[in-house]
């Protein structure tokens, strides 16, 4: 069997806290023991809220920040035990996609410079075809190559977010972490940029890592989901499973939040409160201060991401009722099927 | 429906430009029952937010309001800002997306609550602030003497929302306008702020207009829906009806863009394109341009809003689309 391409092992970074007046506070566990391993050409995402260390986890994927303890594997091979230049060339294997296409173009970059700036960076293609593959890569995600000329500031955020693309695609990566890649655009934007994010990873085996809070992109993009709570995972498996019968009890009420399933749900499902502070995370299981079903185990043993089924971090997980089936609005039903049906996508860009 | 607590008739808001007027709103009417939730759905530049400003008369520099706005049966369009101050916070009251925004930093949750109180129920400082602590405390904030005493750095995002609904909802208003209210919040948050505001509309008999651009949480806390569509009304109907037999491309488009907890569909529904100019509309429906069903008239002329089903609005020529599904099969 061949290496995953990317594997964490019990991967662990703490940031220091401070004061407004820079006295130590003590230090938040962002990524608290975190092991997952991503199969090549698969989708995983990792779901959770804020503070949960997702993004940081995303960043620690791709070695833009290092670990305090733990490995991170990529296909087979220990990235810290690399030499900086040994890196520097493992670089164009990964890439990151950030959220807000506002911020992640540099504006005095036309969109040919800002494409072109990771080809030359890695040695890819000589000057001379520069231009050929700029355009190629800009047809890839849906833009007409005679925008190459432009400015960031002319497009729409969906276009750039399509240009970012192009320039994660640059150098040839084998893996993507994208961080929100689809959060800041509108619903119907977001769903070409899904839609092009879809068809890339299928067509060209990518590895993708997708860090999102929302539960109904990542049930429609991802193979496998991991659930954060805290800094830890508290839930990983087929996302298919997981949604279906999801074991820890914060993976439910995340979904039983997730709003369009009709008011009938009733407060009963509702968390209470605000996540407890990373600086003092309760002792224990995390989220045992807002869990219902929490007991005296719960504060006083960190539960095992144990496997029945797929993996949950619930002491209780073996006694807890199978979670209620949840139902959403399918109103609509074959009419609106059929009607939708027109919206055919002619992958043509904005 | 001489009880509406809120009537936009005609609703236009312009703003003089470099390049010249600019029409963010163009027409639009709705009107909202008292204990009822509007929903005003869209995406961005659709005119849901200036909407709600120009309800409110908090229209930044140079914003103009054509056609009618009628609270409670009284015109508010013509009000000088010192009426229109008069009405906000007592009678009508918003709710913003970013409250750490829209709270002053420099008081305290209790202090803030309290002047609305001071000013519309002429309370003394005492009487407003004890009834803040309620007013906190019924908005479900735990330990609300101690919160009222802390200023808005000290609390959660949820909680700033929670202050801001007690601010709202202190002087009992006859509308409470809602914009994009939990989404800077995550999901399990939003989910009981949400819950919060129905309970208080029950409760009060608040009507609320609730702008968003997410259609699940319009499909759990919409009575009514506005469709929104750069500048325009493109559909409007009772919730229930709007979900089951949308009639507007737009809205069915929309349907299917958002992709679904139960996953199915390989593909999402695309909407191409994107949002025309508001510069330079186009002659005709505005939708026309990203339509799979447009035709030569929808280039050229604006559909008006017709009712097609009782109480269900759609601005389309090519309605019933039903039609094109009978010839297709």
């Given at each position: 069997m061949t290496a995953p391409m990317l594997e964490l092992r019990d991967v662990v970074r703490a940031f220091p806290v401070r004061d407004a007046l820079g006295r130590s506070k003590g230090a938040v566990r962002a990524v608290d023991g975190v092991s997952l391993s991503v199969p090549r050409g698969s989708v995983l995402a990792i779901v959770g809220e804020s503070g949960c260390g997702k993004s940081t986890l995303g960043r620690l994927a791709l070695r833009l920040i290092e670990p305090d303890s733990g490995q991170i594997l990529f296909e087979g091979e220990d990235l810290r035990s690399l030499s900086p230049a040994a890196l520097r060339a493992r670089r164009r294997d990964m890439q990151l996609i950030f959220q807000d296409p506002f911020a992640s173009l540099d504006p005095r970059m036309t969109v040919e410079q800002a494409v072109?700036?990771?080809?030359?960076?890695?040695?890819?293609?000589p000057r001379a075809k520069e231009r050929d593959r700029v355009a190629e890569l800009l047809s890839r995600v849906g833009l007409r190559p005679e925008l190459a000329r432009r400015w960031p500031h002319e497009f729409s955020g969906g276009q750039r977010q399509r240009i970012a693309i192009a320039r994660a695609l640059a150098s040839g990566p084998r893996l993507i972490v994208g961080d929100e890649?689809?959060?800041?655009?509108?619903?119907?934007?977001?769903?070409?940029?899904?839609?092009?994010?879809?068809?890339?990873?299928?067509?060209?085996?990518?590895?993708?890592?997708?860090?999102?809070?929302?539960?109904?992109?990542?049930?429609?993009?991802?193979d496998r989901v991991a659930v954060m709570y805290l800094g830890r995972i508290v839930e990983e498996g087929p996302t298919a499973e997981v949604f279906s019968n999801p074991k820890h009890p914060y993976t439910r009420a995340l979904l039983a939040a997730v709003p369009g399933q009709g008011h009938t749900k009733g407060a009963a499902a509702l968390l209470e409160g605000d996540a407890p502070s990373p600086i003092d995370p309760p002792s224990g299981c995390r989220f045992r201060t807002r869990c219902p079903h929490a007991e005296a185990i719960c504060a006083a043993q960190i539960p095992p991401l144990a496997d029945h089924g797929h993996r949950a971090?619930?002491?209780?997980?073996?006694?807890?009722p199978p979670a209620a089936a949840r139902h959403e609005r399918d109103a609509g039903g074959e009419r609106l099927k059929r009607l939708q049906a027109f919206f055919s996508d002619q992958r043509t860009g904005e | 429906m001489a009880d509406n607590v809120l009537e936009l008739r005609d609703v236009t808001v312009s703003f003089p430009t470099d390049r010249g007027l600019l029409r963010p709103v163009d027409g639009i009417s709705f009107a909202v029952a008292p204990g009822r939730t509007t929903a005003v759905v869209g995406e961005s530049g659709c005119g849901k937010s200036v909407t709600a400003l120009a309800i409110m008369g908090l229209l930044p520099g140079g914003g103009r309001i054509g056609g009618s706005i009628r609270l409670a049966g009284r015109e508010v369009s013509t009000l000088t800002p010192e009426e229109?101050?008069?009405k906000r916070g007592g009678e009508m009251a918003m709710v913003f997306q970013e409250p750490m925004t829209s709270l002053n930093p420099a008081f305290t949750a209790g202090e803030q609550v309290a002047e609305a109180l001071r000013i519309h129920q002429k309370l003394d400082p005492k009487a407003a602030f004890d009834r803040a602590v309620?007013?906190?405390?019924?908005?479900?904030?735990?330990?609300?003497?101690?919160?009222?005493?802390?200023?808005?750095?000290?609390l959660s995002g949820?909680?700033?929302?929670?202050?801001?609904?007690?601010?709202?909802?202190?002087?009992?208003?006859?509308?409470?306008?809602?914009?994009?209210?939990?989404?800077?919040?995550?999901?399990?948050?939003?989910?009981?702020?949400?819950?919060?505001?129905d309970e208080l509309k029950r409760e009060t008999g608040t009507a609320v207009v609730l702008i968003t651009h997410d259609l699940g949480v319009v499909a759990d806390h919409a009575d009514d829906v506005v469709v929104m569509y750069a500048g325009r009304v493109a559909e409007r109907a009772p919730a229930e009806q709007l979900f089951a037999t949308p009639q507007h491309p737009y809205t069915?488009?929309?349907?299917?863009?958002?992709?679904?907890?139960?996953?199915g569909a390989a593909r999402l529904a695309s909407i191409e394109g994107t949002v025309p100019d508001l510069m330079h509309p186009p002659p005709g429906c505005r939708f026309a341009a990203r339509c799979p069903f447009a035709v030569a008239k929808c280039r050229e002329e604006a559909p008006p809003l017709g009712e097609v089903l009782p109480g269900h609005h759609v601005a389309c020529w090519r309605e019933p689309l039903d039609t094109l599904l009978e010839n297709a099969a």
């Open positions: 072109a700036e990771p080809l030359r960076l890695h040695g890819i293609v890649p689809v959060s800041a655009l509108d619903v119907s934007v977001q769903a070409q940029v899904i839609n092009l994010l879809q068809d890339l990873i299928r067509e060209l085996g990518l590895t993708f890592v997708l860090i999102s809070h929302d539960l109904g992109v990542v049930r429609h993009i991802a971090a619930c002491h209780r997980q073996a006694e807890l | 229109w101050r008069g309620e007013m906190l405390a019924r908005v479900r904030i735990p330990d609300a003497a101690r919160r009222a005493r802390q200023y808005p750095h000290q949820g909680m700033r929302q929670r202050v801001m609904i007690a601010m709202a909802l202190a002087c009992k208003p006859r509308l409470l306008i809602a914009d994009e209210p939990t989404t800077a919040l995550d999901v399990t948050v939003q989910a009981q702020i949400l819950a919060l505001i069915i488009g929309l349907l299917g863009a958002a992709p679904k907890l139960e996953g």
